[in-house]
């Protein structure tokens, strides 16, 4: 039987669980490929591969060497560059995508937001000396905040950073490393233990980084909120579950049908 092979743009928990669940299909050969910037990434059910592909001319090389039917985008809402390589990619090898973009977050009553358009906006809407700050957007946003030496920052990043990536950063930091999705409570400790007075990031969306804007709602804190990107060019979906259905309605798998069907194929967390 031939297979089909799909490629998932991956890094997120959307991307994950579309592996875990399309590596269950029969005829259907799963590719998730990370960009490798965390040294043990969870790894997938299927092949995973890491690193670049060389900008929008080695995708497309790829896509032919390796015959992929489809791809699905599954990268982060703030990863722009490799959704608009994507796009291009597939348009020139004729090959079908979809891009996941999922809802971005919305304020409610009691959170206490500043939205901004760029990190760099972020460190210098922090007001003089705004008290220790929480630093969510990732250990490659952390540079931006250096000239800030009347603030002390508390960021959380998946892995330690090497030597070379702690140049050039903020001289009072404090890292916490975990990786997400986190809860309520956890959040809350955080924010107790470091005595947070603000925090920046990014309006990924989804539940799994939610909690700490409860947790910051809750305890008065306000957010310095970085606006997303525009939405990829293309066909958009909200989620994972919306993506299998494209995969289905698009002619390019079954993706009812399991290697074996008495086997039951974890669905992850689809949202
Ligand atoms: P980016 O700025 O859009 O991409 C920069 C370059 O990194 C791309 O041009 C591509 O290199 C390579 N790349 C990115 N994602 C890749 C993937 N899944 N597979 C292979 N190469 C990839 O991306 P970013 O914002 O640095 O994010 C990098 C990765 O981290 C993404 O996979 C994203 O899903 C994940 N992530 C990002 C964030 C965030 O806030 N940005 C948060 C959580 C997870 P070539 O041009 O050489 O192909």
Redesign the pocket.
């Known amino acids: 039987m031939t297979q089909t092979r799909i490629l998932i743009?991956?890094?997120?928990g959307e991307g994950f669980a579309l592996a875990e669940t399309l590596a269950g299909r029969r005829g259907v050969e799963v590719i998730t490929?990370?960009?490798g910037?965390t040294p043990a990434p969870k790894t997938p059910l299927g092949s995973l591969r890491r690193?670049?592909?060389?900008?929008v001319d080695?995708?497309r090389a790829f896509l032919g060497l390796e015959r992929i039917a489809a791809v699905i985008d599954a990268?982060?809402p703030?990863?722009?560059?490799?959704?608009q390589?994507a796009a291009t990619a597939c348009a020139r090898a004729r090959v079908p995508v979809v891009h996941i973009w999922r809802a971005g977050w919305s304020p409610v009553a009691g959170d206490d937001w500043r939205e901004v358009a760029s990190i760099a906006e972020a460190a210098d809407a922090l007001p003089r000396r705004a008290g220790p700050t929480f630093l969510t957007a990732?250990k490659?946003q952390l540079a931006p905040f250096a000239h800030r030496d009347d603030i002390s920052f508390v960021a959380r990043t998946v892995a330690p950073l090497s030597t070379a990536e702690r140049i050039g950063l903020p001289a009072s930091l404090t890292f916490v490393h975990d990786r997400g999705p986190f809860d309520l409570a956890s959040e809350r400790r955080l924010l107790d233990v470091h005595d947070i007075a603000w925090i920046v990031t990014?309006n990924?969306g989804g539940p799994a980084a939610y909690p700490k804007l409860i947790a910051a709602r809750t305890r008065g804190i306000p957010v310095v909120m970085v606006r997303r990107p525009d939405a990829p060019p293309g066909l958009c979906v909200d989620d994972a579950a919306a993506a299998l259905a494209w995969l289905a309605d698009a002619g390019v798998c079954d993706t009812n049908t399991t290697a074996n069907p008495t086997e039951t194929v974890p669905s992850g967390d689809l949202t």
């Open positions: 743009l991956g890094g997120t490929s990370m960009a910037m690193g670049g592909f060389g900008g080695g995708l990268t982060h703030f990863a722009s560059q490799m959704s390589n990732g490659t990014k990924s």
